[in-house]
T-cell receptor
């Protein structure tokens, strides 16, 4: 099925542990991004990529790393997990054609708890 | 910086009624996209409707329509003949046409449709 696939769906980490949230899309979208969702705050942009080899910081990048070696994959790395990183994480992809954006496709999310 | 504000944290209506969710935004851009996303309890982010700021005509998708007031920077969502399946969090989002494809989200409105 075409779309954005996120793994894992749930994860519990201990403070100080590291892990990678995986995101893959099979729609050949050039743009991919990571958001975190916290109660009462909507979704906030962590990092984004406009193509393979190109990444940039969003609104809340501290404590997270990304890389984009292929068009399909955009993993998010937590370097040293902190309780403040407890959240639901969404990966999204989109594309534009002739200057028109055709919306964003979201993964199903990862609920991360840091204890 | 762009901001999106949803002033109604929660709303509740009876099935078959019409409900309007409010959204205002702040930007200095003249061309941009506006979106409404639905997030049911499954956590999936689902695109409801999309509006291009340079189009004066309000977007409609079946029972969903928007009232886009560019001068007032207002983008409300109207749901007609509401159904139990419309129960969800609803997020308003903004994206400028130029520059990086970064979505800015509002805080969300939790909508409950009662039988």
């Amino acid at each position: 099925n075409a779309g954005v696939t996120q793994t894992p769906k749930f994860q519990v980490l201990k403070t100080g542990q590291s892990m990678t949230l995986q995101c893959a899309q099979d729609m050949n979208h050039e743009y991919m991004s990571w958001y975190r969702q916290d109660p009462g705050m909507g979704l906030r942009l962590i990092h984004y990529s406009v193509g393979a080899g190109i990444t940039d910081q969003g609104e809340v990048p501290n404590g997270y790393n990304v890389s984009r070696s292929t068009t399909e994959d955009f993993p998010l790395r937590l370097l040293s997990a902190a309780p403040s990183q407890t959240s639901v994480y969404f990966c999204a992809s989109s594309y534009s054609k002739y200057g028109t954006n055709y919306g964003y496709t979201f993964g199903s999310g990862t609920r991360l708890t840091v204890v | 910086a762009q901001t999106v504000t949803q002033s109604q944290p929660e709303m509740s209506v009876q099935e078959a009624e019409t409900v309007t969710l409010s959204c205002t935004y702040d930007t200095s851009e003249s061309n941009y996209y506006l979106f409404w996303y639905k997030q049911p309890p499954s956590r999936q982010m689902i695109l409801v409707i999309r509006q291009e700021a340079y189009k004066q005509q309000n977007a409609t998708e079946n029972r969903f329509s928007v009232n886009f007031q560019k001068a007032a920077k207002s983008f409300s969502l109207k749901i007609s003949d509401s159904q139990l399946g419309d129960t969800a969090m609803y997020f308003c989002a903004f994206r400028p046409i130029q520059g990086a494809q970064k979505l800015v989200f509002g805080q969300g409105t939790r909508l409950t449709i009662n039988p």
